[in-house]
């Protein structure tokens, strides 16, 4: 379109508005605006001028910026995101990313915080702030460029010193985590060396106090000092920090009594009570007369047996200074177990001298304890063959415990019968007797044997032969035998329709195989 014809339809668009009577103030606006202006602009919708210069698009941005003033000194001092964000710039039309005349409720700003890369901001997310949602720093009811930049402007609730270490969070403490501190309390009249770096801070510091904590090492562990005040207050003169009990006190070298062994690790008040520059006597007895389980029997020469290795640990040996040496059991065996008196008088080396209360066989076994049992263990190893006894233990008795038949250690009592054990696992209840292993064996207890043909009087026959034990065996047999009439009317006397009018010997007439077949008797 050449400017003279543009000029002359301008010039007819202007005749046309005069002729419709439109006012001259409303022509640019219905001639060129292609919509309505979002709801925060509505005000200016008949104030073209203020966002636009005709036939001047370069200076539109300027219009812009100059409602937008905190932009547009974001800009020229190159901070915030217009001001960093290399898109933006002096010479970037705003236009070009807000868009109007899209309607009242078109959103301008088009910001997605799903996507907006914070690192153009004046506070880039780091550690433990990129996993924050925005709304934990920036309130609904602000604009973004409100959030404070400090750490307390978040965290003034959270700063558990409550102001007394003043607003520089970060001088000690990181994005990361708020736990991990970095301050160095070396340049503090109080350096941490040792175990004083692994203290928690509110340790020292109760209360969040930081001002006027003292130095000296009773003020904190009193509380910990186990000579209640007795050895005075300069702990470090036998302490350090890099373990209570590591003591700079050497015993073996600033006085007579040098500890060895156990006594390396007793405590200074086991011997010096509440002073320790009471002069103490060095004999054994005079600390460990309460420890004496001898009761002065064995005397007070106390080393003769013991060391100071350990009190269990004796130089006295039992297997070559004596001759009873000690094995299994006997080994770890108290001298007063079996020296009841003076240790060295004599004692019987029989078992029952000192096992008889311990007899669960109540002398029925007699006295030589050693024929079954050694000093290895009192109930394994028993060398006891049942196989020598009345009942031979064979199939599942094998592996059965002793204590399954023999219900005291009597053992002579326990009785011979398979039912005396097995009452309760009999299902027949006695109906087919208490001779058990009639049927039964000992391998097995399903596995049964009994041939009603060849073991009794009466050869099961015909329907018989798939006939239930119980169906004849019907009461239980008390005396041990078992006394059933083969006489078919002693079980069928109830099927009898004759009503014993035939006699009872139904043989005659029936047989086994079926009881309607007639004639077929024997």
Same mark, same amino acid.
């Given at each position: 379109?050449?400017?003279?014809?543009?000029?002359?339809?301008?010039?007819?668009?202007?005749?046309?508005?005069?002729?419709?009577?439109?006012?001259?103030? @409303?022509?640019?606006?219905?001639?060129?605006?292609?919509?309505?202006?979002?709801?925060?602009?509505?005000?200016?919708?008949?104030?073209c001028e203020k966002c636009h210069e005709s036939y001047e698009q370069v200076s539109q941005p300027k219009l812009c910026r100059d409602c937008h003033d905190k932009v547009d000194e974001d800009i020229k001092q190159k901070r915030g995101f217009h001001g960093k964000n290399q898109l933006v710039g002096e010479d970037r039309a705003c236009k070009s990313c807000h868009t109007d005349h899209k309607g009242r409720n078109f959103d301008i700003v088009l910001l997605d915080t799903d996507t907006f890369d914070h690192n153009l901001s004046d506070y880039p997310l780091e550690g433990a702030h990129q996993g924050v949602n925005c709304t934990g720093c920036h309130a609904?009811?602000?604009?973004?460029?409100?959030?404070?930049l400090k750490c307390l402007d978040c965290h003034k609730e959270d700063d558990p010193?409550?102001?007394?270490l003043g607003e520089k969070c970060d001088d000690c403490h990181k994005v990361d985590t708020w736990n991990s501190a970095k301050f160095d309390?070396?340049? /503090?009249?109080?350096?941490?060396?040792?175990?004083?770096?692994?203290?928690?801070?509110?340790?020292?510091?109760?209360?969040?106090?930081?001002?006027?904590?003292?130095?000296?090492?009773?003020?904190?562990?009193?509380? @910990?000092?186990?000579?209640?005040?007795?050895?005075?207050?300069?702990?470090d003169d036998c302490h350090n920090e890099k373990k209570w009990s590591e003591l700079k006190f050497n015993h073996n070298k600033d006085t007579d009594y040098p500890l060895l062994g156990r006594h390396k690790r007793v405590s200074c008040q086991a011997c010096h009570?509440?002073?320790?520059?009471?002069?103490?006597?060095?004999?054994?007895?005079a600390c460990h007369e309460n420890d004496d389980v001898h009761r002065s029997k064995n005397g007070t020469e106390c080393k003769d047996c013991h060391s100071v290795s350990g009190w269990a640990k004796l130089s006295f040996d039992h297997d070559k200074d004596t001759d009873y040496p000690l094995k299994g059991e006997h080994k770890s065996a108290s001298c007063e177990s079996c020296h009841r008196g003076r240790v060295d008088e004599e004692l019987d080396d029989a078992c029952?001298?000192?096992?008889?209360?311990?007899?669960?066989?109540?002398?029925?076994?007699?006295?030589?304890?050693?024929?079954?049992?050694?000093?290895v263990s009192w109930t394994e190893n028993?060398?006891? @063959?049942?196989?020598? /006894?009345?009942?031979?233990?064979?199939?599942?008795?094998?592996?059965?415990?002793?204590?399954?038949?023999?219900?005291?250690?009597?053992?002579?009592?326990?009785?011979?019968?398979?039912?005396?054990?097995?009452?309760?696992?009999?299902?027949?209840?006695?109906?087919?007797?208490?001779?058990?292993?009639?049927?039964?064996t000992p391998n097995d207890w399903k596995i049964w044997h009994f041939d009603h043909d060849k073991q009794s009087d009466y050869p099961l026959t015909g329907?018989?032969?798939?006939?239930?034990?119980?169906?004849?065996? /019907?009461?239980?047999?008390?005396?041990?035998?078992?006394?059933?009439?083969?006489?078919? @009317?002693?079980?069928?006397?109830?099927?009898?329709?004759?009503?014993?009018?035939?006699?009872?010997?139904?043989?005659?007439?029936?047989? /086994?195989e079926a009881f309607g077949k007639l004639g077929q008797g024997d």
């Amino acid at each position: 379109m050449t400017k003279s014809y543009s000029y002359w339809l301008i010039g007819w668009i202007l005749y046309c508005g005069v002729a419709l009577d439109v006012h001259s103030d @409303n022509i640019d606006k219905l001639m060129v605006m292609p919509g309505d202006l979002i709801q925060g602009h509505a005000k200016y919708e008949d104030e073209c001028e203020k966002c636009h210069e005709s036939y001047e698009q370069v200076s539109q941005p300027k219009l812009c910026r100059d409602c937008h003033d905190k932009v547009d000194e974001d800009i020229k001092q190159k901070r915030g995101f217009h001001g960093k964000n290399q898109l933006v710039g002096e010479d970037r039309a705003c236009k070009s990313c807000h868009t109007d005349h899209k309607g009242r409720n078109f959103d301008i700003v088009l910001l997605d915080t799903d996507t907006f890369d914070h690192n153009l901001s004046d506070y880039p997310l780091e550690g433990a702030h990129q996993g924050v949602n925005c709304t934990g720093c920036h309130a609904p009811d602000k604009k973004y460029r409100e959030a404070g930049l400090k750490c307390l402007d978040c965290h003034k609730e959270d700063d558990p010193h409550k102001g007394d270490l003043g607003e520089k969070c970060d001088d000690c403490h990181k994005v990361d985590t708020w736990n991990s501190a970095k301050f160095d309390h070396s340049k /503090t009249d109080f350096p941490l060396v040792d175990k004083h770096k692994e203290v928690a801070c509110a340790s020292c510091h109760p209360d969040e106090r930081y001002k006027d904590i003292p130095v000296d090492c009773y003020s904190c562990h009193k509380l @910990n000092d186990v000579h209640a005040g007795k050895y005075g207050k300069a702990c470090d003169d036998c302490h350090n920090e890099k373990k209570w009990s590591e003591l700079k006190f050497n015993h073996n070298k600033d006085t007579d009594y040098p500890l060895l062994g156990r006594h390396k690790r007793v405590s200074c008040q086991a011997c010096h009570g509440n002073d320790v520059n009471r002069p103490l006597k060095r004999t054994c007895v005079a600390c460990h007369e309460n420890d004496d389980v001898h009761r002065s029997k064995n005397g007070t020469e106390c080393k003769d047996c013991h060391s100071v290795s350990g009190w269990a640990k004796l130089s006295f040996d039992h297997d070559k200074d004596t001759d009873y040496p000690l094995k299994g059991e006997h080994k770890s065996a108290s001298c007063e177990s079996c020296h009841r008196g003076r240790v060295d008088e004599e004692l019987d080396d029989a078992c029952v001298a000192c096992h008889l209360g311990d007899d669960v066989h109540k002398g029925e076994e007699g006295k030589q304890c050693e024929q079954c049992h050694d000093e290895v263990s009192w109930t394994e190893n028993v060398l006891f @063959n049942h196989d020598l /006894t009345k009942f031979p233990l064979i199939g599942l008795h094998a592996g059965t415990a002793c204590e399954q038949c023999h219900l005291s250690s009597q053992y002579k009592e326990a009785p011979l019968e398979c039912n005396a054990c097995h009452e309760s696992d009999d299902i027949h209840k006695k109906q087919l007797g208490v001779e058990c292993q009639a049927c039964h064996t000992p391998n097995d207890w399903k596995i049964w044997h009994f041939d009603h043909d060849k073991q009794s009087d009466y050869p099961l026959t015909g329907a018989h032969k798939g006939l239930d034990c119980l169906a004849c065996h /019907t009461e239980p047999v008390e005396d041990g035998k078992i006394k059933l009439s083969i006489q078919c @009317n002693a079980c069928h006397s109830r099927d009898d329709i004759h009503r014993g009018e035939f006699g009872r010997d139904c043989r005659r007439c029936h047989n /086994t195989e079926a009881f309607g077949k007639l004639g077929q008797g024997d």
